[in-house]
């Protein structure tokens, strides 16, 4: 079992930054993958990025070059750092983790709004 807990969400005007960061109660050493997912109002939840053991990462297309994930298996926690934010960037962030054994995990959300 692993909860995770994230923060660092909130209102920002478009072009500015914000870095979302999320633990997990245990090591992240068995996670295979961590990540992020946004859920917009009316809209499907969707991948945003992703990092997995190696430090490989992928991202959606549309936020490559903006966003930046990265974990530090030392603290247990992966992180977000969004830049460029614009106002189609607003969602609910979803931290997840994937075990080694197949077992998903999900946050509980934090509210990113990108709004002058």
């Known amino acids: 079992q692993v909860q995770l807990e994230e923060s660092g969400g909130g209102l920002v005007q478009p072009g500015g930054s914000l870095r979302l960061s999320c633990e997990a109660s245990?090591?992240?050493?068995?996670?295979?993958?961590m990540g992020w997912y946004r859920q917009a109002p009316g809209k499907q939840r969707e991948l945003v990025a992703v990092?997995?053991?190696?430090?490989?990462?992928n991202y959606a297309d549309s936020v490559k070059g903006r966003f930046t994930v990265s974990r530090d298996n030392a603290k247990n926690t992966v992180a977000l750092q969004m830049n460029s934010l614009k106002p189609e960037d607003t969602a609910v962030y979803y931290c997840y983790a994937l075990t080694v054994v197949g077992s998903f995990y999900w946050g509980q959300g934090t509210q990113v709004t990108v709004s002058s």
């Open positions: 245990r090591s992240i050493f068995s996670i295979s993958a």
């Open positions: 990092i997995n053991t190696g430090g490989s990462s």
